[in-house]
């Protein structure tokens, strides 16, 4: 038992703070979605409290929509848990026998451009007044991949993300550090089970005016 929950916080930490680094490196990236998220946020809790809270999450459809898209362009776990095959089967003609490792690369379906539109822009609007989500249903966005084998820890590491993210936006107007702009950052991973940022990250918060 003691073994499986470091297991949950470990890799729901890990993968969180990846997501969270990614987010902000693409928000730094695109004023624009910046802006708009900032004001989705600011405009419903209104500085009537310090910060937000999981309720308020639930009425940010455009917050929503950015940590989809972040996770659309980099999942988490980019190639998912590998599976193994009961049996021999065939896909799309190709013969897979019995005890084949099967890994599932979400990072190349996220960028599909059978998929999707503009595979490689940066767009949250994509999701705006549409149903697909991952939890499963949509095989177009899996980043905790699918079925009965989909993430334990999908909701718990979606909460983690949505929330600190959402609070990290309304607390504080973010800039690039001097002498940097935000056509200086880069998109260079740290390959690994879970994909991080290369280079770190650096920006300057200044706290928002209550």
């Known amino acids: 038992m003691l073994f499986a929950l470091q297991n949950i916080f470990v890799a729901g930490t890990d993968t969180s703070a990846a997501t969270l680094v990614w987010a902000m490196t693409y928000l730094m990236k695109h004023p624009r979605v910046m802006k708009k998220v900032q004001e989705e946020i600011r405009s419903l809790v209104g500085g009537k409290k310090s910060f937000v809270d999981e309720d308020d999450v639930q009425e940010l459809h455009y917050h929503k929509a950015v940590v989809k898209e972040t996770m659309r362009l980099q999942p988490p776990v980019p190639l998912l848990v590998p599976k193994e095959t009961i049996e021999k089967c065939t896909i799309d003609g190709y013969e897979i026998p019995a005890k084949t490792l099967v890994y599932v690369n979400a990072w190349a379906i996220g960028r599909d451009p059978e998929a999707w539109e503009n595979p490689e822009e940066f767009n949250p609007e994509r999701f705006i007044d549409r149903s697909i989500d991952f939890k499963g249903q949509n095989f177009e966005l899996i980043p905790f991949g699918a079925g009965r084998r ?19 936006l309304y607390k504080f107007d973010w800039e690039m550090p001097p002498g940097m702009k935000n056509q200086d950052l880069d998109f260079d ?9 290369k280079n770190y990250l650096f ?4 706290a928002m005016s209550m």
């Open 189 to 197: 991973v740290l390959a690994g089970i879970a994909v991080h940022k």
């Open 150 to 168: 989909i993430c334990p820890g999908m909701h718990l590491g979606t909460a983690n993300v949505e929330l600190a993210l959402a609070n990290l």
């Open 203 to 206: 920006l300057l918060a200044k």
